[in-house]
């Protein structure tokens, strides 16, 4: 079943007894993250969560109901991805990639079912009524304190958008981007953009403003959750994120023309925050706010959103996550990007088996690879190719292990690296651009990174003593084991 609105996402989430509705009354400023939080850190991920009651910041209750935690757990993840697993996505992606045309008539013939299902993937042209916008603001009728925006930790700056789908069109090819960057809320009709340097959004807003050229935005709140996902999702700048969506759910993405900016929006989208920035105006004061490593990234500037535009459903629901000390919903995020663009990294590194980013490591921070080891070095190219592999190129410690390694079983990676590794020979550094979240680099978003090579030495490499073999149980043993469990009495969680 396709999920073709936020509100089909809930619908689905709700069947599958996947949604908590809460109907008493929680405030949006810190109350509904102290409750996301403690759901969040429960055992595999917690509930998704419908605050049927938000309460606004002056005390006053919303009419938009807020939805979080709504992607927080691979169950959920594939429910809006609409797959079974992760790695059935996974599949199809390395399908598509690995596809050659054949020689023959019937190799070619063949093809055509893929090809057909590629020919569904672009964007659609929506036709009225678009339900987005049942309800049109403009100008002064515009007041997004309407809007239950969070106020998330107590340092934070004040009250953010913290799921939007950030629309910009680069002004030398005309290629839409869609980006998840937070928003701070500085007005009726202000908003603080914080687009880090290496997001494409930020690209796009520095050519636009060496031009003088001011730049329209569109602010997606709620859409198909594959859409929302995408907005998420490491594309190539070249990828438009809305053809993404549409092979991710097998359907053409409808899009509507915004009313005040040439920009394109989902139709079935819950609101939709329309804009622009003037490269005029000087940057504002964006933050501090409670951020995905855990700790506060501070004040800084970035550029002014001037809104022009609310339009909505009439029944609105706003989208919301929190990020702060890991585990978070956005960690299913990341990992369902992990498992889907495995197959694209395999292209350029093919001796890659698995990779994987632990909660812990909060994306950026920890990169454990698997791989198939044929020669000597070889963990070494991995790291530097990896380095140069997009938002990749920001993580800060690699650890390249072999391929029977289980590297989605974090305490089974650094048990063997650290049985492995000879630190002085085995752990390189290197410099390279680092996240701009990061507080402990010694300049910003550029300081050193960790490489550990945790695999079986070859005597090339300097080893010339016996590896020794891993303790295993013989499966003689194993065999007789399992035919007297039941009569020994011994109960195991």
């Not at 930020?202 to 198909?224: F, N, Q, Y």
């Not at 005040?260 to 939709?272: F, H």
């Not at 925050?273 to 409670?290: H, K, Q, R, S």
Request: net charge negative; with cysteine.
């Amino acid at each position: 079943m396709t999920l073709d609105s936020l509100r089909d996402f809930v619908r689905a989430l709700d069947e599958a007894g996947e949604l908590v509705r809460v109907r008493e009354p929680v405030s949006v400023d810190r109350e509904v993250t102290e409750v996301a939080d403690r759901c969040m850190k429960s055992p595999g991920g917690g509930p998704a969560l419908l605050f049927e009651r938000p309460v606004l910041p002056g005390g006053g209750a919303s009419r938009y109901p807020v939805l979080i935690n709504a992607f927080g757990s691979l169950r959920r993840m594939t429910t809006a991805l609409g797959a079974s697993s992760l790695d059935e996505i996974g599949s199809r992606v390395e399908g598509l990639v690995s596809a050659t045309v054949p020689d023959t008539l019937a190799g070619k013939l063949s093809m055509l079912p893929k090809l057909a299902e590629l020919a569904t993937y672009p964007p659609a042209r929506a036709t009225d009524p678009v339900a987005c916008r049942t309800v049109v603001h403009r100008e002064h009728e515009i007041d997004l304190g309407l809007l239950p925006h969070l106020v998330c930790w107590p340092g934070d700056g004040g009250p953010y958008i913290t799921f939007p789908m950030v629309i910009t069109r680069d002004p030398s090819t005309g290629v839409r981007n869609v980006g998840l960057y937070r928003i701070q809320v500085q007005g009726p009709r202000e908003l603080a953009m914080h687009w880090q340097r290496h997001k494409v959004g930020a690209a796009h807003w520095r050519e636009m403003a060496s031009k003088g050229e001011r730049m329209p935005v569109a602010i997606v709140l709620g859409a198909d959750p594959a859409s929302m996902y995408a907005a998420s999702a490491p594309l190539p700048p070249a990828v438009d994120e809305f053809l993404f969506a549409g092979f991710l759910r097998r359907a053409a993405v409808p899009l509507a023309k915004c009313l005040t900016c040439d920009l394109e929006v989902p139709a079935e989208a819950e609101i939709v925050l329309e804009g622009y920035i003037d490269p005029a105006e000087e940057l504002v004061m964006e933050g501090p706010f409670g951020d995905h490593t855990g700790f506060y990234s501070l004040a800084d500037r970035y550029p002014r959103v001037h809104v022009t535009a609310v339009t909505m459903r009439r029944d609105a629901i706003y989208p919301a996550t929190i990020v702060g000390r890991p585990p978070m919903e956005d960690f299913y995020l990341g990992h369902a990007t992990e498992r889907i663009f495995r197959p694209l990294l395999r292209l350029t590194i093919p001796e890659i088996v698995d990779y994987h980013m632990p909660a812990y490591g909060i994306f950026h921070n920890l990169v454990f690879v698997s791989i198939r080891k044929q020669y000597p070095g070889q963990a070494w190219k991995v790291m530097n190719g990896l380095w140069g592999q997009g938002l990749m190129s920001l993580a800060k410690v690699i650890v390249v292990l072999d391929d029977w390694v289980n590297v989605r079983n974090a305490d089974e990676a650094w048990w063997v690296a650290l049985n492995h590794i000879d630190p002085e020979r085995d752990v390189r550094f290197t410099m390279g651009p680092i996240d701009v979240l990061d507080h402990s680099s010694r300049a910003f978003t550029y300081g050193s990174k960790m490489g550990i090579d945790a695999t079986r030495k070859w005597p090339e490499e300097g080893f010339t003593r016996d590896w020794p073999g891993l303790i295993e149980m013989d499966a003689e043993t194993r065999r007789k084991v399992d035919a007297k469990w039941a009569s020994l009495g011994i109960r195991l969680p």
